[in-house]
């Protein structure tokens, strides 16, 4: 996707539906998200715990690809890759709350409080090969957790996948999350990827805004952790 000037510049397909686990995933997006999707691969996913959702793979994969959506999006939106992917990568999401089949949990309230859920849940994930992979706001969540799964010891993983966003410190702050319905809908009509049925529906455009609204804020008013904090992908020679 091209990117913006605003903060996330990305909330591209919002997950408002409640209780549908298969997500809305659009056609914009990472490489591929388009593919096939209802494969018996990726038709349901496996509930790991609130935070995980699994869309392929299992005790056999090699190497585990644990995805990071954009802004307004679900894990839902990672679906169609299960019929992309090798048998031996196990494709994870993370699911937000606040969207899918967590639509009624309350969404974090900052990016520390967002990345210190994860770093929670993830450890008795981490006893094989990882990497991350995130899709602008994504993108910056995939920054933050894996240098804080750093700083508390865990494995790191071993390549930081990232689309759709400027590089820490550079991407723009913006204030996209401060407009009103209006203009933030003219927004998301610019970006793309959100039908024009849901923002023409009053109900729907609502839970959309809600939700999207609350991801740009997170995005636009967390500081980049310092590019002085390191964090180093193993080698794999």
């Known amino acids: 996707m091209t990117r913006r000037s605003a903060a996330d510049g990305a909330a591209k397909t919002p997950s408002a539906r409640p209780n549908d686990p298969s997500g809305s995933s659009g056609s914009n997006g990472p490489s591929g998200s388009s593919g096939p999707s209802g494969t018996h691969r990726g038709r349901a996913p496996h509930v790991l715990n609130p935070w995980i959702r ?129 203009e933030l809908c003219a927004a998301l009509r610019r970006m793309g990827g959100t039908s024009a049925d849901v923002l023409d529906d009053p109900e729907l455009r609502s839970m959309v805004l809600d939700v999207v609204r609350n991801d740009f804020r997170l995005v636009e008013t967390h500081p980049a952790r310092p590019s002085g904090r390191h964090w180093t992908a193993p080698s794999t020679s």
């Open 54 to 182: 699994r869309w392929s793979g299992g005790g056999d994969a090699r190497i585990r690809l644990i995805c990071l959506p954009h802004a307004g999006g679900g894990a839902g939106f990672y679906r169609p890759w299960a019929a992309l992917l090798p048998d031996e990568v196990e494709l994870l999401a993370v699911q937000y709350p606040g969207r899918e089949d967590r639509f009624d949990d309350p969404p974090t309230d900052s990016m520390d409080e967002l990345v210190t859920a994860l770093a929670d849940v993830l450890p008795p994930l981490l006893g094989r090969p990882y990497a991350l992979f995130g899709h602008s706001m994504g993108s910056a969540v995939a920054w933050e957790l894996a240098h804080e799964l750093a700083a508390r010891g865990a494995p790191p993983p071993r390549r930081l996948f990232v689309s759709g966003r400027a590089a820490p410190g550079t991407a723009a702050s913006g204030t996209v999350h401060r407009r009103g319905d209006e």
